[in-house]
């Protein structure tokens, strides 16, 4: 396969693989907005904005844009993320011209119609309402706010039920003019098309679309502080919470980036992972165990979990701040660390098998200003790790107090 990057005139920069295995292509129009990007007072403004995008433009309702799509069998949709937003789509090489159209007609000219404006609103506010019901989402919600504080990255992406319910189509279209422009726009395709008939196609679409002469408006996020402090929401429930949660390195800081993500596929993912053997097979405490550390542009966070029975929140927590605490004291053995190197580097390669895949972790790493060259020096990075590495590494994320996050009949959790 071959990749390009282009910057065109008015600021798009354009990203192509070719990729003629199937003859489909696939794209993701990236733009650096997103809920890093949303002031607390319009906090879920992005999410709204992706389910409003597609349903309708200037020129076409929602229901002709719907049959445009369907009577191709192609794929559209909007999705609004941490630290980026994206259209994506997906269709066969020789109807790619008719959807890129209407693609780029819906990236410039949404038209918002309010009862569509409503109705998501009204579905949003559901979501959020039934979240707060579940208790996992309970323990991070309160985790994420403990942690982040007043930084965005504190506030779930569908927003917050004070914020939602006040937003109104004036505020899309605002937001819209702000951040929809051509200076901020990442264009990443992938299939069977050539570098040259790509960008003739994106210029063709886009390339009247000038840049506005006012800068991006700065971005004034909120530093973030480590201030650990246990967090619980007593809950008649049949399942107890368990969250420890710490701050850790954004993407920017590759080589501890890294590491992590090794010791978070060792900690947490899947059947054969330390937690899962550790806690729920042998030890028989968890319904439910695993570790995530998402790629963030800002601190990110590291965060092991246990559903488990009420009577076994306290041996839980301990066993979890065990688990973590033993990184940062016993160096890995050589065939731990190379069963989690295989693992996540073969996780890595079937996350890019598909057209849609590959344009999407193209088009994002160059969103998050990491570069095209980090899909193969992430690859090297993980290879190239030792157990005396990951030691240290962990040593200097896990060895202080974690956050906490509990979530349970009261009994147990306050004890």
């Known amino acids: 396969m071959s990749t390009q990057r282009t910057i065109l005139d008015n600021g798009i920069t354009v990203i192509t693989v070719e990729n003629p295995t199937a003859d489909i292509i696939a794209g993701r129009l990236f733009l650096k907005a997103g809920g890093r990007w949303e002031s607390r007072e319009k906090a879920g403004i992005s999410h709204l904005l992706s389910n409003v995008l597609t349903k309708g433009t200037n020129r076409l309702s929602s229901i002709e844009i719907a049959e445009k799509i369907e009577s191709v069998g192609a794929v559209l949709g909007a999705d609004a993320s941490t630290d980026y937003f994206a259209i994506g789509f997906k269709t066969v090489t020789i109807d790619f011209r008719e959807i890129f159209q209407l693609v780029g007609e819906i ?3 949404p038209r918002f119609p309010t009862e569509e404006v409503e109705l998501e609103q009204h579905l949003t506010l559901q979501n959020i309402r039934s979240q707060q019901e579940r208790p996992f989402n309970v323990g ?5 706010e403990a942690m982040y504080g007043e930084h965005p990255y504190g506030i779930s992406i569908l927003g917050m039920l004070e914020t939602v319910s006040q937003l109104n189509r004036k505020d899309l279209q605002e937001y819209h003019q702000t951040y929809f422009r051509p200076d901020n726009l990442i264009i990443s395709l ?5 570098h040259e008939e790509a960008i003739a196609t994106v210029t063709e679409i886009f390339g009247d679309w000038h840049r506005p002469d006012a800068p991006l408006p700065e971005l004034a996020v909120p530093a973030v502080t480590s201030q650990p402090t246990p967090q619980k929401t007593p809950r008649d429930s049949q399942q107890a919470i368990v969250m420890l949660g710490y701050l850790s390195p954004s993407v920017r800081k590759e080589t501890d980036y ?4 090794l ?3 060792y900690l947490g993912n899947g059947l054969s992972s330390r937690l899962f053997v550790e806690l729920r097979e042998k030890r ?3 319904y439910d165990v695993s570790a995530f550390y998402p790629t963030r542009l800002d601190t990110s966070q590291f965060v092991v979990y246990m559903g488990t029975a009420p009577e076994n929140t306290a041996i839980a927590l301990e066993g979890l701040h065990q688990e973590v605490t033993r990184l940062c004291a016993t160096s890995l053995a050589p065939e731990e660390l190379q069963a989690a190197k295989n693992k996540l580097l073969g996780q890595y390669a079937l996350g890019k098998q598909t057209n849609s895949e590959i344009a999407q972790i193209l088009g994002w790493y160059e969103t998050i200003e990491v570069g095209l060259d980090f899909d193969s020096q992430f690859q090297e990075a993980i290879a190239a790790i030792t157990p005396e590495q990951a030691k240290e590494t962990a040593r200097r994320y896990f060895s202080g107090d974690p956050y906490i996050s509990l979530v349970g009949p009261d009994n147990f959790i306050n004890t």
């Open 263 to 265: 010791l978070n596929t």
């Open 258 to 261: 890294t590491v992590l993500k």
């Open 190 to 194: 992938s299939g069977r098309i050539q």
């Open 284 to 286: 028989g405490l968890a």
């Open 140 to 144: 991070f919600k309160q985790l994420r």
């Open 107 to 109: 990236a410039r000219s």
